[in-house]
C-alpha cells in the first residue's frame, strides 16, 4: 500500500514539474537535465521527505539555465557568426526567461530562493561561480529595498494621496501612475549608469534623489493641485496661482530641498550626478524614444497623456532588462517578500471599493420607466442572466466551487445592472425621446455585456484560474470577437469612477486579443459583414471614413459605422505593434516600406491571408520579406527573437500557422507555401514601381460607399494614430517612386528550412503590463 502511495506521489510530484516547465515553455533538454540533477541527488529519498520537493526542482532548472548562460556567453561568437556556408546559427538563448517568472512558476519568495541555493550549491557541489551570483544578487536586492523605502518616504513628502470620498477620481490614479512611474523610470536610469551605481548604496541614493527629483518637476509642471504636497519647502511661490508663470519651471530645481529628506546624504556629490552620470543617461532615454517629452530641459515627460504612453514604453523594455535568468524583476519586488510591498495594500482594496456600493438588482431607474406592457421584455432580461448564470457554473465546475462560482457572477451582475443604468443613460441624453425597452429588447447587447462584465469579475478574483482567463469567456457563451471587441470599447467608455487602470489595462488586452486574432477566425462574423462590403478597406480609406463618423451617436447608429470603427482600431493595433518590433530591431527607417507590404497583405484577395491567422503573423512574415527584397542580414531567428520580447508574444504564432485545407506548419511554412505566392503580384509591382511604371492601382482605389455591418454597432473615440517621421514626401502618407527605390532588387527567394525555428529554444519572457 505504502508502495503504491508513493509511486503515486512521485508520478503526480512529475506531472505537476512538468506543468510548471511547460507553463514557463522551459526547452526540454533544460527540463530533463534539471529533472536527473534533482533525481542524482535524492536518491536516498531525503529532499522528498523535506516536502519542499518545489524549492529542490527550482534550484535544479535554475543552476541548469545558469550553465547554459555562462556557455552562451563565454562563446564570442554568438548568434553574430554567419558561416560561409550559408548554414545560419542561432543560440538558443533559453536562459532569456526573468528569475521572476521562475519563481512565480515555482510558487517561491526570492528570500527562500536563496537560502535554498546556498544548500544546493553544497549539495551538488557546484562550481564557485553559483555561489558568487547568489551572493551578489542578495547583495544588490538588499540595496533596492532600502532605496525602495528612501523613494517611498520621500515620495510621501512630495506628493499627497487624494481623500477617497474626494470627486476627482482621477486625480487618485495620476497618484497610482506617478508612483510606479517614478520607481520604474529610476530602475531604468540605474541600468544605463555603470555598476556601481547597482552595487553602492550612497550611489543608488543620488540617482533616486535625481530621478525624485525629475518627477517633482515635471509633476509641478502638470499643474495638478490635487497630488502635490503644497507644504513641501520645494513648492515654487505661486505656483498653481492664476499670476505663476510656467515657463520658471523649464529651469527650476528643487534638489536641495529633496535632498534635504536623507540628511545623511551629501548634496555635492548628488549635484555631480546630476550633471554627469543621470543627464548623460536620460539623454540616451531620449535619444531611443524611451521617453517621450522636451529633450532640451528634461520636461514635459508626464504632460497631456505622455505619462501612460512612458510608462508603458519603460514597463516594455524594463520587461525585456529583465528576461534573463540572473535578473530580478524590482518594479514591486513582490517576489521578495511574502506580502506585497506596504505601499500597494491601500491599493487593492480601494481598487475595487466603488464596486462595494454596485446595486443588487435592476436599477430602479430602468425599471421605473417601462411601460406596464413592457414587462415581459425585463423578464426576459432576468430569465437570460439566470440562464448565462447556469451556464457558467457548468463551464466552469472543474475549477471553481459551486459558491465561488456563485458569488463570481453574483459580482458579475452587479457590474452588469451599474454599467447598464450608465449606458441606457447616456443613450437617453443623446435621444431624449428613444424607448429604454428597444434597448433591452437587443439580445446581443445584454449577453456580451453580462459576459463582459463576467470577465472583469474574473479578473478581480484574487486566485485567478489559468483555465479561466480569456478567451475562455467566449466559449462558455459561444461569443463572437467582432462583437465582444465592440462592448469593451462600450465598457471602457463608461468606467469613470466604476473600475480602475488595472481593469482597463485588462480591457484593453482583450480588445487587442479580439482584433488582433480572434474575429478572424473561419466563423466570425466579421467575415460576414465585409462580404457585404465587397473588399477590406486600407488604411487611408478607413481613416477617411474615420472623420465621416466622428460625430455619430451612441448604440442607434448606422450600422456600417461600427465596421469602420472596428478596422481604424485594428489599423491602430497593427501600427503599434509593427513599430514596437521595428524598434526592437532598429528599422524604423524602413518602416514604410515594410508598413506598405503588411498593408497590402491586410487587404489582397478579400483579407485571404488574415483568415484563421493572426495580425502577428502577416507583421513578422512582412518584416522577413523586406529583408529579403533589400539583402538585410535579418533572418527568421533574429527577428523571432525580438518578436517573443514583445508583451503580446504567444509561442503558438510562429509554431502552430494554418496553411490552408486543414493543414498547418511554421511560420516558415507559411512565408515558403502561402504569403510569397500571396504577395508576389505586389512585389513585381513595386519593382515596376521603381522602373517608371505606375503603381498597382490597388493602392489609389477610391474609397467606396456601401460598407454594411449588422447587429449592435458602437460609437467610439477613435484612439490617436501613432505618426511615424518619414521624409519630406510624406504629404500623401505614401511612399514615392523615390522611397521605393532598390526595393525590388532580387527576386523572391525561400526562407530557409523550418531547422531555423529549432535554433530558437524557448521564447522569451511574456509578461503584459499590469
Not at 133 to 141: A, P
Not at 493 to 517: F, K, N, Y
Not at 639 to 659: K, S
Amino acid at each position: 500500500m505504502n508502495i503504491c502511495a508513493e509511486g503515486w506521489a512521485a508520478e503526480m510530484n512529475n506531472l505537476h514539474f512538468t506543468a510548471t516547465c511547460d507553463m514557463l515553455d522551459l526547452d526540454p533538454e533544460i527540463k530533463l537535465k534539471a529533472l536527473a540533477a534533482f533525481q542524482q541527488s535524492n536518491s536516498d529519498g531525503g529532499l522528498t521527505e523535506k516536502r519542499d520537493l518545489q524549492e529542490w526542482l527550482c534550484c535544479a532548472v535554475y543552476c541548469e539555465l545558469q550553465r547554459v548562460k555562462i556557455k552562451d556567453m563565454l562563446d564570442a561568437k554568438l548568434i553574430t557568426d554567419y558561416p560561409t556556408n550559408g548554414a545560419e546559427k542561432a543560440g538558443t538563448s533559453c536562459w532569456n526567461l526573468s528569475l521572476t517568472k521562475l519563481l512565480t512558476a515555482f510558487k517561491l519568495n526570492i528570500n527562500q530562493f536563496m537560502e535554498r541555493m546556498k544548500q544546493w550549491n553544497v549539495l551538488v557541489k557546484n562550481e564557485k561561480v553559483f555561489q558568487q551570483e547568489i551572493d551578489d544578487m542578495q547583495r544588490r536586492l538588499c540595496i533596492t529595498l532600502i532605496l525602495r523605502k528612501h523613494y517611498q518616504r520621500v515620495f510621501d513628502h512630495l506628493f499627497v494621496l487624494p481623500e477617497e470620498d474626494t470627486e476627482n477620481v482621477e486625480a487618485r490614479s495620476i497618484h497610482t501612475s506617478l508612483y510606479e512611474f517614478g520607481w520604474l523610470l529610476f530602475l531604468t536610469i540605474r541600468n544605463e549608469l555603470p555598476g556601481f551605481a547597482t552595487s553602492n548604496l550612497v550611489s543608488g541614493c543620488q540617482v533616486l534623489i535625481c530621478t525624485l527629483e525629475l518627477l517633482y518637476v515635471n509633476a509641478l509642471e502638470m499643474g495638478n493641485p490635487w497630488v502635490i504636497n503644497r507644504t513641501f519647502p520645494g513648492v515654487p511661490r505661486k505656483w498653481g496661482s492664476d499670476d505663476f508663470d510656467d515657463g520658471l519651471l523649464l529651469r527650476y530645481s528643487a534638489l536641495e530641498d529633496i535632498c534635504s529628506l536623507i540628511p545623511d546624504l551629501p548634496r555635492k556629490d548628488v549635484r555631480i550626478m546630476k550633471k554627469s552620470f543621470f543627464h548623460k543617461a536620460l539623454v540616451v532615454l531620449f535619444s531611443n524614444q524611451s521617453l517621450l517629452g522636451n529633450d532640451t530641459f528634461m520636461r514635459e515627460i508626464i504632460k497631456e497623456g505622455l505619462l501612460d504612453v512612458n510608462l508603458a514604453t519603460l514597463n516594455r523594455n524594463y520587461t525585456n532588462h529583465v528576461a534573463d535568468i540572473s535578473e530580478i524583476d524590482e518594479r514591486f519586488l513582490s517576489c521578495c517578500k511574502k506580502t506585497p510591498p506596504a505601499r500597494y495594500k491601500p491599493r487593492v482594496p480601494y481598487r475595487y471599493k466603488p464596486l462595494q456600493k454596485l446595486p443588487n438588482a435592476m436599477p430602479s431607474v430602468i425599471t421605473e420607466a417601462l411601460d406596464p406592457e413592457d414587462a415581459d421584455v425585463l423578464s426576459n432580461v432576468e430569465n437570460l442572466v439566470l440562464d448565462m448564470a447556469r451556464t457558467f457554473g457548468v463551464s466552469s465546475r472543474d475549477h471553481l466551487s459551486t459558491d465561488a462560482a456563485g458569488e463570481c457572477f453574483t459580482l458579475a451582475c452587479r457590474i452588469y445592472y451599474q454599467f447598464l443604468q450608465r449606458i441606457i443613460g447616456s443613450e437617453l441624453l443623446l435621444k431624449p425621446h428613444l424607448k429604454i425597452v428597444q434597448l433591452l429588447k437587443q439580445r446581443t447587447l445584454s449577453v456580451t455585456l453580462v459576459a463582459c462584465c463576467l470577465e472583469l469579475a474574473l479578473r478581480i478574483r484574487e486566485d485567478r484560474v489559468e483555465e479561466l482567463k480569456f478567451p475562455f469567456i467566449l466559449k462558455c457563451y459561444s461569443l463572437d470577437a467582432y462583437d465582444f471587441q465592440k462592448i469593451v470599447e462600450l465598457v471602457v467608455r463608461h468606467r469613470t469612477g466604476l473600475i480602475g487602470r488595472d481593469l482597463i489595462r485588462h480591457l484593453q488586452a482583450v480588445e487587442d486579443e479580439c482584433l488582433g486574432s480572434l474575429m478572424f477566425r473561419g466563423d466570425s462574423s466579421f467575415w460576414k459583414i465585409l462580404g457585404k462590403a465587397q473588399r477590406v478597406p486600407s488604411c487611408k480609406e478607413v481613416q477617411a471614413r474615420d472623420k465621416e463618423n466622428a460625430l455619430g451617436s451612441g448604440l442607434e447608429e448606422k450600422p456600417r459605422t461600427g465596421f469602420v470603427i472596428c478596422l481604424s482600431k485594428f489599423y491602430w493595433l497593427a501600427n503599434q505593434r509593427l513599430v514596437n518590433l521595428c524598434q526592437s530591431l532598429v528599422l524604423m527607417e524602413h518602416f514604410p516600406k515594410i508598413w506598405l507590404i503588411a498593408e497590402h497583405s491586410f487587404i489582397q484577395q478579400d483579407g485571404d491571408l488574415l483568415k484563421q491567422r493572426k495580425l502577428d503573423h502577416l507583421l513578422i512574415c512582412a518584416i522577413h520579406l523586406h529583408a529579403r527584397l533589400k539583402r538585410l542580414r535579418l533572418n527568421f531567428s533574429q527577428i523571432l527573437q525580438h518578436y517573443r520580447w514583445q508583451p503580446h508574444a504567444r509561442r503558438e504564432v510562429y509554431r502552430a500557422v494554418p496553411l490552408g485545407d486543414g493543414q498547418s506548419g511554421d511560420i516558415i511554412d507559411f512565408y515558403n507555401k502561402v504569403y510569397v505566392k500571396s504577395m508576389e503580384d505586389f512585389a513585381q509591382g513595386l519593382r515596376s514601381a521603381k522602373e517608371g511604371v505606375p503603381r498597382p492601382a490597388l493602392q489609389e482605389t477610391p474609397p467606396q460607399k456601401n460598407l454594411v455591418s449588422l447587429n449592435i454597432s458602437v460609437c467610439t473615440q477613435i484612439k490617436p494614430w501613432i505618426k511615424i517621421n518619414k521624409s519630406k514626401a510624406d504629404a500623401e502618407d505614401e511612399p514615392t517612386l523615390e522611397e521605393l527605390d532598390q526595393l525590388l532588387i532580387t527576386p523572391l527567394k525561400r526562407a530557409h528550412s523550418s531547422n531555423e525555428l529549432d535554433l530558437l529554444g524557448s521564447p522569451n519572457i511574456r509578461q503584459c503590463i499590469q
